[in-house]
């Protein structure tokens, strides 16, 4: 089931999978950066704000390619630049920037410390799982490892009342939204604990579901050997193990292409 090195760099770059971390976005941003300075030497003129603006986002764009960022990034710093010659000159508040910052950060906390940003899980790809939900009548509780904001944990839980689902989620305002995600729909199968999936215990579940990131896929697998009971399943939303690579997989009718990789323990 594994995807070769050059498949799955032009399915990132495509989009279709989702690739490096917000922490290579921030890499990409501090080279165009350096590029815009850098012009600004050469030249040795003191160019305009609109010429500066627009070397930093062609040279980001373009950087986009080999740092293997999705195509939806070469949207993001196409609109930003736009975005603040735009607002140049308006008056904002000096707090609206740090908050915004601190913002990103709070919701994309996993992004920095385990490679894991926030990914959101499809319907299509909840109609699936439900089906396979629906075809092992064994499982009983369910598992979200970085649940996010319950896209898959809370749709679930309303198709199916009479299972369990448990949702683990470390990063704070994600976390937030999710707690009040569950309290809004009324699930009350539904258990939510903001921490590490590697300090909770998954022993006594019957399916795990994660949509992680390619970094910490070998030693999720390892986590999963150790410590689910003989018939749990392990399905991973796109990421594959490589030393561990899954025998089974099921494709999701998406616009993604969504593989949904299974282990059986």
């Not at 003191?46 to 040279?59: C, M």
């Not at 300090?199 to 910490?216: E, N, Q, R, T």
Request: aromatic share 10%.
């Amino acid at each position: 089931m594994k995807t070769n090195s050059k498949e799955q760099s032009a399915l990132i770059r495509k989009g279709i999978i989702p690739g490096p971390t917000a922490l290579t976005g921030i890499v990409v941003a501090i080279c165009a950066f350096g590029i815009v300075w850098s012009s600004t030497l050469i030249i040795s003129i003191d160019l305009a704000v609109w010429i500066k603006t627009a070397i930093f986002a062609v040279s980001a764009m373009i950087l986009c390619i080999p740092f293997q960022l999705p195509r939806w990034w070469i949207a993001i710093f196409a609109i930003l630049p736009t975005a603040y010659l735009i607002m140049e000159g308006q008056s904002f508040p000096i707090w609206i920037y740090p908050t915004l910052a601190g913002g990103l950060l709070l919701l994309n906390w996993n992004s920095f410390r385990d490679r894991v940003p926030l990914y959101l899980s499809n319907k299509k790809t909840v109609e699936t799982l439900s089906q396979f939900i629906d075809e092992k009548i064994e499982i009983e509780k369910f598992y979200d490892l970085g649940c996010g904001i319950g896209s898959a944990l809370i749709p679930l839980a309303k198709r199916h009342p009479n299972k369990d689902f448990i949702g683990i989620e470390t990063a704070p305002l994600t976390w937030f939204i999710l707690w009040i995600a569950c309290k809004l729909s009324g699930c009350k199968n539904v258990q939510i604990h903001r921490k590490s999936i590697w300090d909770i215990s998954i022993k006594d579940a019957d399916l795990v579901y994660a949509f992680l990131s390619p970094h910490p896929m070998d030693k999720l697998l390892l986590k999963c050997k150790k410590e689910l009971p003989k018939g749990a399943v392990l399905i991973s939303n796109s990421f594959d193990s490589e030393k561990f690579p899954a025998k089974e997989m099921i494709p999701v009718q998406d616009r993604r292409q969504t593989k949904l990789l299974i282990w059986e323990f």
